[in-house]
């Protein structure tokens, strides 16, 4: 057999492959680890049951670890001391949130993001600072781009091409501030906000969460200066929500 063509590099904003950790391998769970593995980084997937591997493509290089997902044991022979990402995407979702409560909470991994089924439990799973997706409107590239931030995403320019519609990965030191802290920070203005995978318009009083998507409008000679700005710690911002204590 041919190797698989090569896919565009998912290093994301650490410029490096990183280890990643996935429980679940369903359909979803094997994509990831797929996908993951080919562009570089380690991979280590969970599942309870061993035939579920062989949903993994004949090419993956990765670790397979039998096992409870939320098990510490098990969780710490798939590597999560070392994992910059946690992807809880079995088909359950107690477990789902449990172990990704574990991977956040115990090992301190930075992205965690955790599959639901029901989306009456996803507010509640929020304020427990794990981001959640849903089963039938986010994709795969989605659920990677929550898992390993791959800097903007263009998502509209206008015909002059001067302004531009872009979706920015923020920095958790922005959560639990307003939302016009961006823009005294940056000068640019937010769009909208994606939370528990619904866009919402912002206003004076909105502030963002944990897992919200910033979508902001910018112009494009000032791309690279307000990416920098959000992608780093609020503290190093020029203004006053740089400044506010």
Known sequence: MHPPPALPSCRGVYGRAVHVVIMGCGRV???????????????????QDPQAFRRLGSHFTGTTVKGIGF????????????????????????TNILAARVARETYGVEHVVARIYDPRRAEVYQRLGIPTVATVSWTTGQIMRRLLPQGSLEEFRDASGLVTLVELPVHSSWYGHATTDLEVATGARVGYVTRLGSGMLVSADSVLQDGDVVHMLITSADHDRVEGILAHHRDQADGPAGRAS
């Not at 593995?37 to 380690?42: F, P, V």
């Open 29 to 47: 769970g094997a994509l990831l680890a797929d996908r993951l593995d080919a562009t570089g980084h380690s991979v280590a997937i969970v599942d």
């Open 71 to 94: 098990d510490r044991e098990t969780l710490e022979r798939a590597g999560v001391e070392r994992a910059r990402a946690f992807a809880a995407v079995s088909s359950g979702d107690n």
